[in-house]
């Protein structure tokens, strides 16, 4: 069976273990305060061309969003995303679970616009009682998006704006920041971009090569204070933090982590190209390592004798919509092998 | 000025003042184990034919709502309510400071339907990683809803049963429902009927005609657990709680909470039958004590020298829609000067 | 049956209840915004002769407790408070419901000092791993304490040195302030001279002549911040909040509050020298309203045949502590009856 | 520099590593539904002789006690813990940050007694108003306790015993089990017997040869009950979560886990003796794989040229209480180290 239902599926990228074997017996401080972490940060730093952030690596990205979304806001205050945001949908409502509202923008494509956010803005200010009303103070939004489509650097920077004028901070959710930057439908393609456009975002490492992971980049001093505290009291704060540092630490060394997620974009664009050809229908125009093709019942049973894809969605009662996802460990000859039976 | 923006412009009923003023140096034990409570309870589980169901008489409605659902779900579950919903809109987020994701389902004239709840439950198991998804475990409506508008005692029914297959608890806010159970746009119009219909309901005396009150009636047994603990938690345990009891003793008697509400929705339907005549635009067709008009701006300015309503909604550049209401104390002269002037 | 179990057995002072009958059929915004509020917020500013004050007055204290506290304290920040303290011990878990700790301080007499705050201060900044406790950043007592003592002058100033020292907020539980500054055994005896020794205090009304309502006097900038907007998420925002504004108005008119307070205390402290006389042992050596005697099983039952008491604490098989409190509303006729027979 | 301030310094036991390198091309699914998890529930359920149990595993400590105590408690109930314990302490108030307050009992040695515990239960059955106290609901131990000691079997079965009578879950914290398990102190040597005398516990992993991960046992049904929407809403589900499965195959296998710690724990014993010889007083009498010096002053900053410690405590102004910590990969020559510059 060759799986295609999500990119984490297969461990970690070689030099990744290499690194967690050597140092085996080493010993380090613990709670992310190592030689491996502190040499990672530098290197997040460096690719971000700022010095005065801060980074903090944390295991999963439920657990990013819920750490970073509940230490900025106070209790009265929500966070506003795409209706098809994953802190909305898939995430078992960790959100609410730190007592914060979700506040819902329908999407385009998996997107939001300046203008909508605008538009919630006004209602919410306009509103007779808005003092019963939980606040807007942060917009969230995914890089790439949930539905594998990407910002252009004109558009983040509209929200951005946006969110300064309302005095909203701008926190992106980075889980597949890697494909998202080597994608061609953006021309935000690096750390140094993103981190110019937002007030926080993580780079998500479990999806993109590590066996876990993701690294949370705060550029807005406000959002700084006391992190830690926060990180512990939410139980993300692991005991052996070095595992972190050192996966960043191989990572974010000598363009890794982008060469990984373009090879796994370039596999998806190779079976995106012949999924057009063949006359599938996409539902939606993703230029990422996330596909989201319609197939037919029938053509489907028989694909799953041989591959598995993850299920997104019915369509009607003869056609199903799946993701196909490859990833930094997908090898062509295996997408060769899909395009041959699709 | 004379006032139409809300229910709870004045005071209270006289026949509670009396009361009140009555019994002030009588001395009873406190938080609701007093005479007057429990006289008030017994009076309410007639009406509702009804010996087995528990009845607790909180402040007010948002501290009823926070109280009720955080004390059914458990985390990891949620409460479906329209998107126009009370508490998904104007209680700033107090169902999610408790823990719990409002699960929206767009609205229709404030209603939402047994297919709505069906689909959205069936999207819910339907999803390929519901495990990562909020369970829906309750559903919230509102009688009347927040637009006016009444459920039929059918469209209940089918709710309730849709509610029972999939699992799902009904609550239904009543902080109007004495309005609501006298309007001519529903035949569910007595407490045995409504107790007949749901898991847990209240009956709002704030708009009423109490000085604040709602007395919540818990029918189904699982949602009756420790739940004076849970009061006492949230800060809605009233240490003279027979301030509550005596309101509710008093309305329960002799019909008079139905009779003072029956008094405000027949001007509200003498107001609603005059605008018609006079052409004015109905935001909803309500037949209870809220009526929602769209009001040219310039008549608006001019209507506000003598008259205030609040203001629900900007329509366009020129109209403008706003709420009138009527009270237990509205008097029909009060409505007749309005009608002269619009 | 003569009761003296509590201070919230009867009503409110008459002077309120005239003016809510007089004033019932004015038409009022809704939530606090009406000129009753106005009028009592007035009269605290100037008893306290400051002008930069925010007052809001809330319905209860468990609500006054939980709001006011969640409001200032960040999701990793605690509360310190004495063992006894009745945020610790009687609020069913309210503070941790809103997601704070409540870090505990032996008590002596009801009473922490600065000294065991510095302590409690200096271990957690010395604790290897400071990070992952709990920060304190807020410092509860009662004025009076829950066993009926005072704190002084000197002993406030002190208390709230060591605050500043350490960052913590100072926050006085006042549910029976009327009573404690009207005591013999502190010399903080005004609105304005409580209002010189902390961040944030309330004044309680419940116990002391309303039908129920606080009024929370906010002297610190830092938390007057949106704080209507948690008042609401709480479910503590009263939509006749007029109610709470009348009640405030008349007490803080021409010394009512503080006179019906004293006649109370003056009570008590007939009550304490009778049992002084007759050999009871007291629990806590109170100047306040509450008094809390010793007395054998045998007696009690006795005098449980006219009277009723709180039971405070099992002392040993023979005999039980019990609370006796007087009111605003106790007569002196009531006390030397009680005093006759002990 | 040879640090003994942790058990948690160095990567994990070479024979996770090899199985991580060798299954890393495989290709699983996510969120521990996957072989490897499987195959590592099955072993513990072997090791327990129990097979109706469900089992989880999680990525570290607090995040483990967060998820079990706010998946098996009501809004209005706490958890009862010895004020020495993990989440009293030294978890930045996770608990409370699920909404639950922590009950404490005084320590003996870090231990809590079936007595003290009845003790409490009695308390609050018998306060004059429970109904406005936290439900006692749970009892959390740790096995070994923060102070290096053990419960016997006799102890826990009385501790269980009181537990049922007064409806109490028993949950322990085995963040150092195989060490616990291994020491002489206590007759409770198997999984199988810890297995018989709670509701729930876990096995520690990070601090006994893991990179990280804890697996949960749960033996009572009632808190089975939709444990996984729980882990994921708190952010705890790994996307990979085969590699926590990996490392508890392995460690399960042949006794691999129980073999190193109890290595860790003779190398402390040696320890120990040495220590004892020497005239050292030690704060606990420990026989896990935590000893407690206290060293003076001088002496210790000469030891902290070669060796690092966890300051514990400050005994006086000459002398430090300071943990040493053997683990699965202290080597006896190092110890021998350290004992010769003792």
């Known amino acids: 069976m060759i799986r295609f239902d999500s990119d984490y599926l297969e461990g970690a990228h070689p030099k990744i273990l290499k690194k967690i074997v050597e140092t085996n017996y080493e010993q380090t401080p613990g709670y992310s305060d190592d030689i491996y972490t502190h040499s990672a940060i530098l290197k997040i730093k460096k690719l971000c061309k700022k010095d005065n952030i ?5 295991s999963g990205g439920t657990q990013m969003n819920l750490v970073a979304i509940s230490s900025a806001l106070k209790p009265y205050q929500g966070v506003i995303c795409a209706d098809t945001g994953h802190i ?3 995430e078992a409502g960790a959100i609410e679970a730190t007592g914060h509202k979700v506040i819902i923008i329908k999407n385009e494509n998996g997107k939001i616009t300046n203008k909508s956010i605008e538009e919630l803005m006004k209602d919410y200010l306009n509103d007779g009682a808005y003092e019963h009303m939980v606040i807007p103070k942060m917009v969230f939004i995914s890089f790439p998006t949930e539905c594998g489509t990407n910002y252009t650097k004109n558009e983040l ?171 930094w460990a997908t090898t062509e000859e295996n997408v060769d092998k899909l395009i041959q039976k699709l």
Chains 1, 2, 3, 4 share one sequence.
């Open 157 to 327: 920077q509209r929200i951005y704006e946006t969110c300064k004028k309302y005095g909203l901070y701008l926190y992106i959710d980075g889980a597949r920041l890697g494909y998202g930057l080597m994608s061609k439908d953006t021309d935000v393609n690096t750390l140094e971009e993103i981190s110019n456009l937002c007030d926080m975002f993580y780079i998500g490492g479990t999806k993109c090569g590590a066996l876990f992971g993701e690294a949370l980049v705060i550029i807005n001093d406000e959002l700084k204070i006391d992190f830690r505290h926060n990180i512990k009291q939410r139980g993300s704060l692991l005991a052996k933090g070095r595992m972190l540092g050192i996966q960043f630490d191989v990572l974010m060394d000598n363009n890794l982590y982008f060469n990984i997620c373009k090879q796994a974009v370039d596999l998806a664009m190779k079976l995106k190209k012949s999924l057009f050809n063949k006359g599938y229908k996409l539902l939606y125009d993703s230029y990422s390592n996330q596909q989201f093709v319609i197939i037919n019942n029938v053509k489907l049973k028989e694909l799953e004798k041989e591959f598995t894809f993850f299920k997104w969605k019915i369509i009607d009662e003869n056609n199903t919509a799946v993701r196909i996802c490859t990833s």
């Open 88 to 90: 909305n949908v898939h």
């Open 54 to 58: 801060d980074v903090h690596i944390l």
